[in-house]
Structure formats: structure tokens, C-alpha cells
Nanobody
Framework: QVQLAESGGGLVQAGGSLSLSCVVS????????VGWYRQAPGKQRELVAV???????DYADSVKGRFTFSRDSDKDMLFLQMHSLTPEDTAVYYC?????????WGQGTQVTVSS
């Protein structure tokens, strides 16, 4: 059983920064992928940053150079550092993990960027 819990969302002005954290609760599982997705109002959920078991990290083109994914395996935590935020980054951000082909999601944390 895998449980994910995000924190760190909030309201920020355009051009500002926010950091998201995710605590990953697991029992002896090996992840095939971990990362972050987001869903804006009226839009489909989309990948923000995902790291596969091989170690490579994929970023959405819209966040490259502004967002940075990191992982602390010792503490079982995932992070997303977000800089130069724009109103287009407003969304609910979800922590994500995949074990085999089973996907797990956190409850989501709201990020709102005001213009």
C-alpha cells in the first residue's frame, strides 16, 4: 500500500516561487516512477515532472527551466521547486507514484498564481 500526502501549495504573485513537498508512505515497494502532475480548471491532468526508475526526469515543456524535481530517498519525500510562476501555472498539483503498472496519487494541493 502506498500513500502520498502533499503540502506547500498556496497563493503567490506572478514571478514568485513556491515549493511543494510530498511524503511517501510505503512498505517495501520499489517505484517505477515518481513525480508531480497538475490539473487546471476545465483541463485534463498533465505531467509536470516525473522521474523513472532509471533516474531520468521528464519535465513538461511549459515548466522547463523554472521547475525542479528532487527526491530524498532516505526520508521518502518528493519535492517540486517552482520559480517564475505565471497565472498559467494555477492548478491542483498532485504527487504521483507508480509501482509496476499501478498508479498512486496524493489528494492534491492548490497552487494559485495571481497576475
Amino acid at each position: 500500500q502506498v500513500q502520498l500526502a502533499e503540502s506547500g501549495g498556496g497563493l503567490v504573485q506572478a514571478g514568485g516561487s513556491l515549493s511543494l513537498s510530498c511524503v511517501v508512505s510505503r512498505r517495501g515497494v520499489i517505484f517505477n516512477a515518481v513525480g508531480w502532475y497538475r490539473q487546471a480548471p476545465g483541463k485534463q491532468r498533465e505531467l509536470v515532472a516525473v522521474r523513472t526508475r532509471g533516474g531520468s526526469t521528464d519535465y513538461a515543456d511549459s515548466v522547463k527551466g523554472r521547475f525542479t524535481f528532487s527526491r530524498d530517498s532516505d526520508k521518502d519525500m518528493l519535492f517540486l521547486q517552482m520559480h517564475s510562476l505565471t497565472p498559467e501555472d494555477t492548478a491542483v498539483y498532485y504527487c504521483y507514484s507508480r509501482v509496476g503498472w499501478t498508479e498512486y496519487w496524493g489528494q492534491g494541493t492548490q497552487v494559485t498564481v495571481s497576475s
